[in-house]
T-cell receptor, first 112, second 117 residues
Framework: QKEVEQNSGPLSVPEGAIASLNCTYS??????FFWYRQYSGKSPELIMF????GDKEDGRFTAQLNKASQYVSLLIRDSQPSDSATYLC????????????FGRGTQLTVWP | GAVVSQHPSRVICKSGTSVKIECRSL??????MFWYRQFPKQSLMLMAT?????????EQGVEKDKFLINHASLTLSTLTVTSAHPEDSSFYIC?????????????FGPGTRLTVL
């Protein structure tokens, strides 16, 4: 079983819609969860992190965490064409602070 | 902000040569930096954890004698790919860990695309 799994996509949504990205993880000891955005040929950039169960909102982005279900998601409201990228879910390795497992990413396309 | 730079951004070399990649945290000190490799359409794979003033910790399957890491200061870590071969061609990305208020965030450099001929 892979440590971090993401819905494979690609995901395509119209401009203005809500994009929903999902991620599950296997290490129950994980405490920190991150969403990164990666444009083609570029390195990842941090969008959000979440540590506690529930929702965390930052502008158009909302991260949701459910540790019991080992599930973390990212919602993007009012999606824009500029949001088109690959979204990587990253989870810390519970036993080793700082080291992250990355999912393979979900490619999102927002069409005008 | 948290800015991390990498140099060079792109390098092409002949098989058998060595290539050094620098990773710098520009506006914060990073005790810990990480080196990743990413093949096309694949996720980031952690190669090693670089700790200032001590030896790097390598992930299973990563040859420490081939991928030399030196973390000489709180703002600089280097990765040297020794005797590079075509299968080492990849996108190498470093990240620097910023610790603030108990939170540990990783900020990524722009990456180095290595092509070995």
């Amino acid at each position: 079983q892979k440590e971090v799994e993401q819905n494979s996509g690609p995901l395509s949504v119209p401009e203005g819609a809500i994009a929903s990205l999902n991620c599950t993880y296997s290490d129950r000891g994980s405490q920190s969860f991150f969403w990164y955005r990666q444009y083609s040929g570029k390195s990842p950039e941090l969008i959000m992190f979440i540590y506690s169960n529930g929702d965390k909102e930052d502008g158009r982005f909302t991260a949701q965490l459910n540790k019991a279900s080992q599930y973390v998601s990212l919602l993007i409201r009012d999606s824009q064409p500029s949001d088109s990228a690959t979204y990587l879910c990253a989870v810390d390795r519970g036993s080793t602070l700082g080291r992250l497992y990355f999912g393979r990413g979900t490619q999102l396309t927002v069409w005008p | 902000g948290a800015v991390v730079s990498q140099h060079p951004s792109r390098v092409i070399c002949k098989s058998g040569t060595s290539v050094k990649i620098e990773c710098r945290s520009l506006d914060f000190q990073a005790t810990t930096m990480f080196w990743y490799r990413q093949f096309p359409k694949q996720s980031l794979m952690l190669m090693a954890t670089s700790n200032e003033g001590s030896k790097a910790t390598y992930e299973q399957g990563v040859e420490k004698d081939k991928f030399l890491i030196n973390h000489a200061s709180l703002t600089l870590s280097t990765l040297t790919v020794t005797s590079a071969h075509p299968e080492d061609s990849s996108f190498y990305i470093c990240s620097a860990e910023k610790t603030s208020g108990g939170a540990h965030e990783q900020f990524f450099g722009p990456g180095t695309r290595l092509t070995v001929l």
